[in-house]
């Protein structure tokens, strides 16, 4: 493995001595590298077992010497996320990828450029592949789109401003980001609410943790009584809550506020024991009982059972003279 590394950086201090003389015009791919290494956005060296900077080397050692199709190789992916959110790739430094032919589309399912532009919280760099026909629709192979990947982690001022972007290009406000924008960031959420999402079952689910959500969503025609496709109630995702993390009294009073004033109560086959258990013993008495207000007991409608002599068969041509009566 130093062997190949070495070799790599021998090309690199030479000139790339193999490869042939640059079309007028064509991307300087050379400086391109050079500014990379500048930058400290990849290095000659291996930080670790695996390393994207020696795989972006080897495979422009090969380019350059029209051993391999540069669009067969991720460029754009590994160099952004090369960069990393800390030492963000400059457009400068993509420029001359792209236009040597470098795809900026994702395919197969795998992370596209834009996506990975999104994770790393990258502007700039998302706007310039969004102007290169980058595809802000495209979905990986777990259905995540470029506004999920904006907010799969911390939501910080830079992937908030990646996420309007991409919002004001029409991205589609999907139940994950509008989950994430509901618990960590209520403005962003009602960005996406006025373009068009959905306050559906899991969003909803998830403004238990921001009052301010959870008045938005509601303000916009949410469903007090929905649930969310594992059958979740927003109740039901309060006491999961509670019982699970950290909370403070004035919060949970404002949320339980909320749902009162909305009569919210929820429909459980638990005893109200059980649910008593699930509250923390420090729980103030008078929030206590309103919190229980919500969690009501209601038996299961029960079918008499249909025995099969009691069913009647009916042969085709019956039913055909049924049908036409």
């Given at each position: ?106 395919k197969d399912g795998d992370t596209s ?126 006491l999961q809550r509670i019982s699970t ?81």
């Amino acid at each position: 493995m130093k062997n190949l590394i070495i070799s790599t950086a021998y090309i690199l201090s030479t000139g790339l001595a193999a490869a042939q003389a640059p079309s007028p015009g064509a991307p300087d791919m050379p400086q391109a590298i050079e500014r990379l290494l500048c930058y400290g956005i990849i290095n000659e060296e291996p930080a670790g077992e695996y390393d994207d900077s020696v795989e972006i080397l080897q495979h422009f050692a090969k380019y350059s010497n029209q051993d391999e199709d540069i669009n067969e190789f991720p460029y754009c992916v590994r160099l952004i996320e090369a960069g990393g959110q800390d030492n963000k790739l400059p457009v400068s430094c993509l420029r001359p990828f792209v236009e040597a032919g470098a795809t900026v589309q994702g395919k197969d399912g795998d992370t596209s450029p834009l996506q990975a532009a999104a994770e790393a919280g990258n502007t700039r760099v998302l706007l310039y592949l969004i102007e290169k026909g980058a595809d802000i629709h495209y979905a990986d192979a777990a259905m995540n789109t470029a506004l999920d990947y904006a907010l799969m982690d911390e939501l910080s001022p830079e992937h908030c401003e990646v996420a309007r972007e991409l919002l004001k290009r029409y991205a589609l406000p999907t139940p994950f980001a509008m989950s994430r924008a509901a618990r960590f960031h209520p403005a962003l959420l009602q960005e996406m609410l006025r373009y068009g999402g959905t306050p559906s079952g899991e969003v909803l689910n998830a403004a238990v943790w921001n009052a301010d959500s959870l008045e938005l969503l509601l303000a916009y025609g949410a469903n007090i009584y929905g649930c969310a496709e594992n059958g979740t109630t927003v109740t039901r995702a309060l006491l999961q809550r509670i019982s699970t993390s950290r909370w403070q009294p004035e919060e949970l009073t404002r949320i339980v506020d909320i749902l009162v004033a909305h009569q919210a109560a929820f429909y459980c086959a638990d005893p109200r024991e059980e649910i008593e258990i699930m509250l923390p013993d420090d729980m103030p008495q008078e929030l206590r009982a309103r919190l229980l207000s919500l969690y009501t007991t209601k038996p299961q409608p029960t079918f008499p059972e249909t025995e099969e002599s009691d069913v009647e068969e009916v042969n085709e041509d019956e039913y055909a003279l049924l049908m036409h009566q």
